[in-house]
């Protein structure tokens, strides 16, 4: 009787042993489906706040695009006379002629006009100064002197 005894005891003790590392596992599955939903809100939350930031910087790509001036180009304009409603519009010529008078009215022109350095550089060259001298006086690099001396007198050739 004592073998039977001892032998339900063990059954028992290894049913107890299984029951017990089958809840451990569940606890630990339990804590595993948590921390995996907590991550899952913190990934959607991630993604709300992309899908914001997207549409927060398409409308400033949108505004931004709003806010640049149409570019002037001179040939583009006299090629859209060659579209067959152009031809037949009796303005077109008219529009595309004034408006080529006011990009006219403001050449990009002369080098010198724009820039305040070169501007400086020629009046001193006039002057008779030496490309030494002007860098000099201007706190220039001679090179950069030279550099401009050589776009003047390719622009007076």
Known sequence: MFWVNASCVLVLLVAALAVYFVCRRLVAAVALQRELESTLRELKIVVDVAHDTTARLEAAIRRAEALQSPRRDTLASIESLADPSALSDE?????????LQRQMSDPAGNIFEQDAKAISVA???????????????????????????????????
């Open 123 to 157: 009046r001193l060259c006039g002057q008779g100064l030496k490309p030494a001298e002007i860098s000099r006086r201007l706190s220039l690099p001679i090179g950069e002197v030279e550099f401009l001396l050589s776009l003047r007198a390719n622009s007076q050739a």
């Open 91 to 99: 303005d077109a010529l008219a529009s595309v002629a004034a408006d």
